[in-house]
């Protein structure tokens, strides 16, 4: 590391530790700020502070947020009688890019995990009931991941929001679209074909 000014030293074991860089790839990047125009690397630096800073949770939803209540939360043409359950603040992106989904987001921040400690109470899940208790939700949506952690996350919120009169559905699961049947598990051809449905 004695090849470097004290300055870019810094720089490259700030790089380096980030996930999945490397000292090179951390030396490259490194150099590439140095090359940058001085504007660029200030608006560089300066937007990991602003994050730093002002991302917190959505007190409705628990998804990254800019100011205490989310854009989508805060968005009166969202569909605010359903709710879709997601494990991550990355999923309910992943679902928004879909443009499927026009209700709400409700994050629970993991998945149910006892082998690894995540109970029920270490997850946002009775935050669920206190947002159907206050809002009309007419149907909830649990699209949780579809590994073993939440599959039982889902059997547990399902369970649980079973006494209130809402509608409760699972995403679907099967194969995924241009997958070829031969190289499908069976688990997954298993729910595929409890999945199934008429062509009309
Ligand atoms: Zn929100």
């Given amino acids: 590391m004695g090849y470097y000014p004290a300055s870019l030293t810094g720089l490259i074991e700030n790089f380096a530790k980030l996930p999945g860089v490397g000292f090179k790839t951390a030396e490259r990047l490194a150099m590439h700020i140095l090359k940058m125009p001085y504007n660029e690397a200030s ?21 990254l947020s800019d100011n205490e209540i ?28 879909s443009g499927a ?29 206190a947002r159907i208790d206050k809002n009309k939700i007419v149907e909830v949506i649990i699209a949780t991941n579809t590994n073993a952690e939440g599959e039982s996350t889902a059997d547990y919120i399902a369970t649980i929001l079973k006494s209130k ?10 194969i995924p679209v241009g997958g070829e049947l031969k190289y499908i598990d069976q688990v997954t051809i298993k729910k595929a074909l409890d999945a199934r449905y008429v062509i009309d």
């Fill in 43 to 63: 608006y560089f630096s300066e937007s990991i502070i602003e994050v730093k800073k002002k991302i917190r949770f959505c007190a409705e939803c628990f998804c």
């Fill in 165 to 174: 009169k809402i509608k409760i559905s699972r995403i679907a699961s099967g």
């Fill in 70 to 97: 989310c854009a989508i939360c805060a968005n009166p043409l969202r569909n605010n009688s359903t709710l879709c359950i997601v494990e991550q603040p990355a999923d309910m992106i992943v679902i928004e890019k």
């Fill in 101 to 129: 989904f026009k209700g709400l987001y409700h994050i629970l921040g993991g998945a149910l995990s006892p082998m690894d400690g995540i109970m029920p109470n270490d997850i946002k899940i009775k935050e669920i009931i």
